[in-house]
Antibody
Framework: QLQLQESGPGLVKPSETLSLTCTVS??????????WGWIRQSPGKGLEWIGS???????NYNPSLKSRVTISVDTSKNQLSMELISVTAADTAVYFC???????????????????WGQGTKVTVSS | EIVLTQSPGTLSLSPGERATLSCRAS???????LAWYHQRPGQAPRLLIY???FRATGIPDRFSGSVSGTDFTLTIRRLESEDFGVYYC?????????FGGGTKVEIK
């Protein structure tokens, strides 16, 4: 059974870098059939898509976060990672890792709905 | 970006009643790539409907989705106690992917 498990620090200081990891069990993160990504949820902004990665190298980010976020995969550990630099209180949220099936035509691919979610990890930005 | 506006904000209903939730997109959603999710407190959202009208694996048939232009609707035929919580719509037709603000379905 496919499971996603997020891990990371519960508390990060302003201006520092937030690093989160998602361990995938029950599927290969290097598969060409899926996108893997991150979504966050805060009381002020609701659910916000952060970005996704496909086939281990093709990334797509929310323009609102693109200058500060990097998503990557480690296929040897079957893990998804996210780094968010220069955090502020506005980055306080519950962070979820997610899976989307890949919808591919002859020329392009995109993600489907988010069918698998991790349980989420709460991150607070505070000094 | 595509803005999704959900209404009503809160729906107060009794078990056994019918729930109708709305999600209006600010522009056309290509291929009707719109999904509905249900979230209970302290849990991650769960996919109910994808491509506007297709039930995800394991979702009971009391849940149905429909679309008319840029207006999407989620209908729950007979509410059960496990159905209460917050419902979100989300479009994946165009990047950036966006979510609606949610409709809370509470017990009357």
């Amino acid at each position: 059974q496919l499971q996603l498990q997020e891990s990371g620090p519960g508390l990060v200081k302003p201006s520092e870098t937030l690093s989160l990891t998602c361990t995938v069990s029950g599927a290969s993160i290097g598969s060409s059939n899926y996108y893997w990504g991150w979504i966050r949820q805060s009381p002020g902004k609701g659910l916000e898509w952060i970005g996704s990665i496909f086939y281990s190298v093709n990334t797509n980010y929310n323009p609102s976060l693109k200058s500060r976020v990097t998503i990557s995969v480690d296929t040897s550990k079957n893990q998804l990672s996210m780094e968010l630099i220069s955090v502020t209180a506005a980055d306080t949220a519950v962070y979820f890792c997610t899976r989307e099936s890949a919808l591919c035509s002859s020329t392009t691919c995109q993600g489907d709905a988010f069918d698998i979610w991790g349980q989420g990890t709460k991150v607070t930005v505070s000094s | 970006e595509i803005v999704l506006t959900q209404s009503p904000g809160t729906l107060s209903l009794s078990p056994g009643e019918r729930a109708t939730l709305s999600c209006r997109a600010s522009q056309s959603v290509s291929n009707n790539y719109l999904a509905w999710y249900h979230q209970r407190p302290g849990q991650a959202p769960r996919l109910l409907i994808y491509d506007a009208s297709f039930r995800a694996t394991g979702i009971p048939d009391r849940f149905s989705g429909s679309v008319s232009g840029t207006d999407f609707t989620l209908t729950i035929r007979r509410l059960e106690s496990e159905d209460f919580g917050v419902y979100y719509c989300q479009q994946y037709g165009r990047s950036p992917l966006t979510f609606g603000g949610g409709t809370k379905v509470e017990i009357k």
